[in-house]
Nanobody, 123 residues
Framework: QVQLVESGGGFVQPGGSLRLSCAAS????????MAWFRQATGKEREFVAG???????TYYLDSVKGRFTISRDNAQNTYLQMNNLKPEDTAIYYC?????????????????WGQGTQVTVSS
Protein backbone atom coordinates (compact mmCIF):
# COMPACT_ATOMS: atom_id res chain seq x y z
CA GLN A 1 0.00 0.00 0.00
CA VAL A 2 0.90 3.62 -0.37
CA GLN A 3 0.72 6.18 2.43
CA LEU A 4 -0.96 9.51 1.63
CA VAL A 5 -0.85 12.93 3.32
CA GLU A 6 -3.01 15.86 2.16
CA SER A 7 -2.35 19.57 2.61
CA GLY A 8 -3.52 22.92 1.27
CA GLY A 9 -7.01 23.19 2.68
CA GLY A 10 -8.32 26.36 4.25
CA PHE A 11 -10.95 29.07 4.29
CA VAL A 12 -11.79 30.94 1.11
CA GLN A 13 -14.55 33.25 -0.10
CA PRO A 14 -16.88 32.22 -2.93
CA GLY A 15 -15.14 32.62 -6.27
CA GLY A 16 -11.74 32.03 -4.73
CA SER A 17 -9.17 29.33 -5.40
CA LEU A 18 -7.25 26.70 -3.47
CA ARG A 19 -4.70 24.08 -4.46
CA LEU A 20 -4.70 20.81 -2.55
CA SER A 21 -1.65 18.57 -2.49
CA CYS A 22 -1.31 14.88 -1.71
CA ALA A 23 2.14 13.52 -0.91
CA ALA A 24 2.58 9.77 -1.33
CA SER A 25 5.21 7.48 0.08
CA UNK A 26 6.08 4.09 -1.34
CA UNK A 27 8.17 2.96 -4.25
CA UNK A 28 5.19 1.86 -6.34
CA UNK A 29 3.33 5.20 -6.40
CA UNK A 30 3.69 5.49 -10.15
CA UNK A 31 1.55 2.38 -10.65
CA UNK A 32 -1.42 3.76 -8.71
CA UNK A 33 -4.42 5.55 -10.12
CA MET A 34 -5.21 8.51 -7.87
CA ALA A 35 -8.37 10.37 -6.92
CA TRP A 36 -9.84 13.05 -4.73
CA PHE A 37 -13.02 12.53 -2.74
CA ARG A 38 -14.86 14.85 -0.39
CA GLN A 39 -17.25 14.50 2.50
CA ALA A 40 -19.48 17.29 3.73
CA THR A 41 -20.96 17.25 7.21
CA GLY A 42 -23.83 14.80 7.40
CA LYS A 43 -23.28 13.48 3.87
CA GLU A 44 -21.64 10.47 2.33
CA ARG A 45 -18.17 10.61 0.87
CA GLU A 46 -18.31 11.42 -2.84
CA PHE A 47 -15.90 11.19 -5.75
CA VAL A 48 -14.54 14.50 -7.06
CA ALA A 49 -11.74 13.81 -9.57
CA GLY A 50 -9.50 10.97 -10.71
CA UNK A 51 -6.29 10.57 -12.72
CA UNK A 52 -4.67 7.54 -14.28
CA UNK A 53 -1.28 6.22 -13.20
CA UNK A 54 0.17 7.63 -16.44
CA UNK A 55 -1.22 11.08 -15.69
CA UNK A 56 -2.72 11.20 -19.17
CA UNK A 57 -6.38 10.50 -18.42
CA THR A 58 -8.66 12.30 -15.99
CA TYR A 59 -12.33 12.21 -15.02
CA TYR A 60 -14.51 14.46 -12.85
CA LEU A 61 -17.70 14.86 -10.91
CA ASP A 62 -20.03 16.82 -13.18
CA SER A 63 -20.48 19.70 -10.74
CA VAL A 64 -16.73 20.45 -10.65
CA LYS A 65 -15.96 20.12 -14.37
CA GLY A 66 -14.37 23.30 -15.69
CA ARG A 67 -13.56 24.49 -12.16
CA PHE A 68 -11.32 21.76 -10.71
CA THR A 69 -8.22 20.22 -12.27
CA ILE A 70 -6.45 17.09 -11.05
CA SER A 71 -2.78 16.51 -11.88
CA ARG A 72 0.24 14.53 -10.70
CA ASP A 73 4.00 14.80 -10.96
CA ASN A 74 6.94 12.40 -10.95
CA ALA A 75 7.78 13.29 -7.36
CA GLN A 76 4.90 11.28 -5.91
CA ASN A 77 2.49 14.21 -5.56
CA THR A 78 -1.08 14.57 -6.70
CA TYR A 79 -2.81 17.93 -6.88
CA LEU A 80 -6.32 19.35 -7.05
CA GLN A 81 -6.53 22.90 -8.33
CA MET A 82 -9.90 24.33 -7.34
CA ASN A 83 -11.10 27.57 -8.94
CA ASN A 84 -14.36 29.49 -8.66
CA LEU A 85 -15.14 27.78 -5.40
CA LYS A 86 -18.73 27.68 -4.18
CA PRO A 87 -20.18 27.24 -0.68
CA GLU A 88 -21.38 23.77 -1.71
CA ASP A 89 -17.73 22.75 -2.21
CA THR A 90 -17.24 22.97 1.57
CA ALA A 91 -16.10 19.56 2.81
CA ILE A 92 -13.19 17.51 4.03
CA TYR A 93 -11.18 16.51 0.95
CA TYR A 94 -9.43 13.14 0.83
CA CYS A 95 -6.75 11.78 -1.45
CA UNK A 96 -7.11 8.12 -2.39
CA UNK A 97 -5.23 5.49 -4.40
CA UNK A 98 -6.12 2.29 -6.18
CA UNK A 99 -4.65 -0.13 -8.69
CA UNK A 100 -6.33 -1.28 -11.83
CA UNK A 101 -9.59 0.49 -11.12
CA UNK A 102 -9.16 3.60 -13.23
CA UNK A 103 -12.53 5.26 -13.77
CA UNK A 104 -14.03 4.09 -10.50
CA UNK A 105 -16.03 6.52 -8.39
CA UNK A 106 -16.68 4.02 -5.63
CA UNK A 107 -15.14 4.52 -2.19
CA UNK A 108 -14.70 0.78 -1.64
CA UNK A 109 -12.48 0.48 -4.71
CA UNK A 110 -9.78 2.65 -3.14
CA UNK A 111 -7.44 0.86 -0.74
CA UNK A 112 -5.33 3.77 0.51
CA TRP A 113 -6.58 7.04 2.01
CA GLY A 114 -5.12 10.18 3.51
CA GLN A 115 -6.36 11.81 6.70
CA GLY A 116 -8.19 14.60 4.86
CA THR A 117 -7.92 18.38 4.68
CA GLN A 118 -10.75 20.82 5.41
CA VAL A 119 -11.97 23.22 2.72
CA THR A 120 -14.45 25.90 3.77
CA VAL A 121 -16.03 28.27 1.26
CA SER A 122 -17.99 31.09 2.85
CA SER A 123 -18.51 34.82 2.71
Amino acid sequence: QVQLVESGGGFVQPGGSLRLSCAASGRTFTTYDMAWFRQATGKEREFVAGISWTGISTYYLDSVKGRFTISRDNAQNTYLQMNNLKPEDTAIYYCAANRGRYGSRIVADFRSWGQGTQVTVSS
